[in-house]
């Protein structure tokens, strides 16, 4: 074999790897409940989900089983292509979204500006070396400062859900804007325990930001091909069971065991310290506020009426429709399902927005409405407490 043949057919092996990876967002435009059980079963990951529609992500080379099956069409036969505005875009000087560096940068000032009452810690390692890093944001400690109530807001569990990094960030400048002047901001300061994770699994984060921005997972290599654990499906609270894949490639895999990644495990083990009476998880998109079960729609949450209850109160203020978990798509190994179960929390997932990537002009007005959501759970932990 000559050269030239030789280059040919590394090309054409090089090509089928890189086209059998390639996703496709598709829509099915008539799918009941058990459809949409079935197919969240097989471990797809269902993007939205419209009354005479629904979207999702599959290989692109099992397009024509979907076709045939559910008469499904392409909305994108390359799922990268749906962020085709932000390809040329330099994220340090021209968007809104913060980098990881960016990220950095703010809680340091944060910390500089306001160091009686935030402090910058680092929970983890992510599996590239990137800190996983938290604010803690708490005044006037004293003897008994130690039993302070904990409340726990997180974002940037999944790659491409960069508002989810957002609104966590802004959250922080506002409490730390707001402590002395505002009357309940100061109280929740001094009573609480506020720990803001904007960016919990910061290598996909900046996969999704500099390589491919429809990346959802991980970057941890766990197989000869593929890269990645969905961080959602790798909580340790009925693993597996539901919603998830056991296929290294999937979108979303739940990894070889529970908490098999750096940034799960950090966020775990903050959580067994620090006990948190409540949380938010961000993630994106579709305006809705979550409360567990997710795993089962067939066991409702001992504290089912508490929750729906605070949820519901947190939805006023940004008009997003607060349901149960399992009711969207049943999922196991979410973070709300364990922080709940195991640590008692009442844990709450947001769908923030309309899109993994709104605009920028949109971005201040999401975060506006959401900090006021959050702000409603801080008023909550008292009532929650009891
Ligand atoms: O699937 C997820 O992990 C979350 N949705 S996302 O589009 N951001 O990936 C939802 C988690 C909540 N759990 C269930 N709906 N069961
Ligand atoms: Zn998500």
Redesign the pocket.
Known sequence: MNKKTVSIILFVLFSLVVFSNQLSLIEIPTIDSELLSIVSEEGY?I?EIKENSTQLIIPFDEFSKFKEKYNAVFVFENADDIFSEYFNLNLETESVYHTYEQMEKVMDELVKNHSEFISKHTIGKSYEGREIWALKITAEYDEFSEHKPAVLFMGGH?AR?WISVEVPIELAVYIAENYKSDKSITDYVNNYEIWIIPMVNPDGVVYSQNNYKYWRKTRRPVSNTAFGV?P??NYGYHWGET?ASSYPSSDTYKGEKPFSENCTQAVRDLAYEKKFVASISY????ELI?YPY?YTNNVMAPDFEELKKVAEEMAKYNNYNPIV??G????AG?S?DWLYSEIGTFAF?Y?LAKSFIPNDYQVAEICEVNIKSAVSLLDQIDMILK
């Open positions: 990951e993007t999944h859900e969905d959602n499906r919603g993630h994106s998109y579709g979550l997710s978990s399992a969207l798509y049943p999922a979410d709300d997932t769908e």
